[in-house]
T-cell receptor, first 115, second 116 residues
Framework: EADIYQTPRYLVIGTGKKITLECSQT?????MYWYQQDPGMELHLIHY???????EKGDLSSESTVSRIRTEHFPLTLESARPSHTSQYLC??????????????FGDGTRLSIL | AQKITQTQPGMFVQEKEAVTLDCTYD???????LFWYKQPSSGEMIFLIY??????QNATEGRYSLNFQKARKSANLVISASQLGDSAMYFC?????????????FGTGTRLLVSP
């Protein structure tokens, strides 16, 4: 059973607010990822990290930012939320150095709704 | 760039029957990995099964099996003896390797509905 946790599970908030979505994993995985997913649609990678102090932008442009100060923690921040940010955000992690067959382990996701 | 295609937006199956969910992929890599994930309505992504491009045997995990046809670039998921709890979205994904980071590229998914 994967140990990766996201909070909050649901968030409804007004336009212009600063938001931080939390993601933590207890598996010691070096690689972590953030995906954005609209309802019924595919996942798009928006950020990823090789390890501490490493952050990279993904394939889908996003106004969000991430940080990786500790191995286990990979928070995502929106400085000023807008209705277009309404979506589900999924965090994942995977181990390093064990080949391409290692699956990414996902958290339960945060469903974000901006009014 | 690598691409995953899932042409079935929705599938219906009766309980206890088998169902095949289609997935085709496009890549120029020789080494790649294919994954299937299940996403219930609650939103989490659950890893089901993996197939490596050099694996000679089709992968199996309990009621899940992967029909891997490398020449056709297809990696269809077969669920045997469907259960009501199998109703969910199913995503096929490919791991890119040339970047060294091994990002996952996802298809658009297939919604499976299992009826009693």
């Amino acid at each position: 059973e994967a140990d990766i946790y996201q909070t909050p599970r649901y968030l409804v908030i007004g336009t212009g607010k600063k938001i931080t979505l939390e993601c933590s994993q207890t598996m010691g995985h070096d690689k972590m990822y953030w995906y954005q997913q609209d309802p019924g649609m595919e996942l798009h990678l928006i950020h990823y990290s090789y390890g501490v102090n490493s952050t990279e932008k993904g394939d889908l442009s996003s106004e969000s930012t991430v940080s990786r100060i500790r191995t286990e923690h990979f928070p995502l921040t929106l400085e000023s939320a807008r209705p277009s940010h309404t979506s589900q955000y999924l965090c994942a992690s995977s181990p390093s150095g064990q080949g391409i067959n290692q699956p990414q382990h996902f958290g339960d996701g945060t469903r974000l709704s901006i009014l | 760039a690598q691409k995953i295609t899932q042409t079935q937006p929705g599938m219906f199956v009766q309980e206890k029957e088998a169902v095949t969910l289609d997935c085709t992929y496009d890549t120029s890599d020789q080494s790649y990995g294919l994954f299937w994930y299940k996403q219930p309505s609650s939103g989490e992504m659950i890893f089901l099964i993996y197939q490596g491009s050099y694996d000679e045997q089709n992968a199996t995990e309990g009621r899940y099996s992967l029909n891997f046809q490398k020449a056709r670039k297809s990696a269809n998921l077969v669920i045997s003896a469907s259960q009501l709890g199998d109703s969910a979205m199913y995503f096929c994904a490919m791991r890119e390797t040339y970047t060294g980071f091994q990002k996952l590229v996802f298809g658009t998914g297939t919604r499976l509905l299992v009826s009693p």
